[in-house]
């Protein structure tokens, strides 16, 4: 039953406590989250979220289904220092959409 | 831009028509440009709270995460992560926005959290492992939000292009032709009179000389 439903990755300190919930957890290391995403989005996963460091690497993946229903790819804060990538990132795709910075009071 | 057209009646007026049906859907673009940018704002907000909120309970949770794990030793806290029976499957369906596909999760979940004993671990894991699980359903609305706020910006884009493709090119370049062809037919129109008005003057000379 659990499965095919959700996903986390990230590196292995950071989602650990994500295994207790019945997500299906896997561990990557720098580099290897491109191809890991593609098998997981293979395999049918719906949402896939990943924690903040990896926004750089999957930029192409996140472009690729943008315009997709499914898969959601959805960055998650690490809790580990103050990474804002992932507010970053929709502050640019709200900037390119609308033209202005809304998210701008939140700084 | 003058469209490549040739000047006659009939093409203009097809252009007039065509200039009408522009001018309609540039109207429509334009409000579901406005509708699309309403809901996009709307949007923006809930997420910035949420993410917010998401942030900081993951920040204790992770804290208290790492607590734990320093009491205990490491084999101890991987026995018990793995010791749940919890599952979680998650349905979706989707909802349709101004024609787009935008996804609602429902998840279910079955068996228990804590599957492991309490001796070998310490109390923060519980803490840590309960803070975390209400977090989920949490993370499941965000991640509908921003794929509803990622569709939306991407349809933003394309309506704004076409919006500005009808207004500054195809309807100003519709009026140009139109202008054009007007000016042309009643250009030939002069040309024709001119001559025939000659082609008399000719006529009647020839008759006074014979």
Not at chain 2, 64 to 90: G, H, R
């Amino acid at each position: 039953m659990s499965g095919k439903a959700m996903a986390i990755i990230g590196q292995r300190e950071t989602i650990m406590p994500f295994l207790a919930t019945g997500a299906h957890v896997v561990y990557i290391k720098e580099g290897e989250s491109v191809d890991i995403v593609e098998a997981l989005v293979a395999q049918g996963f719906k949402i896939i979220f990943f924690t903040e460091e990896f926004i750089d690497e999957l930029d192409g993946i996140l472009m690729k289904y943008r315009n997709q229903t499914i898969p959601c790819l959805i960055p998650i804060p690490t809790g580990r220092g103050k990474t804002k990538l992932a507010i970053e990132r929709i502050r640019g795709v709200i900037k390119k959409a609308v033209g202005v910075d809304v998210f701008l009071e939140e700084k | 831009m003058k469209l490549d057209i040739p000047p006659t009646r009939m093409q203009l007026l097809r252009l007039k028509r065509r200039g009408t049906i522009a001018r309609r859907g540039h109207k429509l673009l334009k409000d579901k440009q406005d509708e699309l940018m309403r809901r996009i704002l709307e949007l923006v907000g809930k997420i910035r709270d949420s993410r917010l909120k998401i942030e900081q309970e993951l920040k204790s949770a992770f804290s208290y995460f790492y607590f734990a794990s320093s009491k205990q030793s490491p084999k101890a806290t991987d026995e018990a992560l793995l010791a749940t029976t919890k599952a979680i499957d998650v349905d979706y369906t989707t909802e349709r926005i101004l024609n787009l596909k935008i996804p609602k999760f429902k998840q279910t979940i079955s068996g228990g959290l804590i599957g492991y004993g309490f001796m070998t671990t310490s109390g923060d894991l519980d803490l840590a492992l309960l803070k975390i699980d209400q977090l989920i359903s949490r993370l499941l609305e965000l991640a509908e939000l921003e794929k509803a706020l990622e569709l939306l910006a991407t349809e933003i884009e394309k309506t704004r292009r076409r919006v500005n493709a009808l207004e500054y090119i195809l309807i100003p370049s519709i009026d140009e032709t139109i202008k054009f062809i007007k000016l042309k037919m009643s250009e030939m129109e002069r040309g024709d009179l001119t001559r025939l008005m000659r082609v008399k003057e000719i006529v009647r000379g020839n008759k006074e000389v014979s």
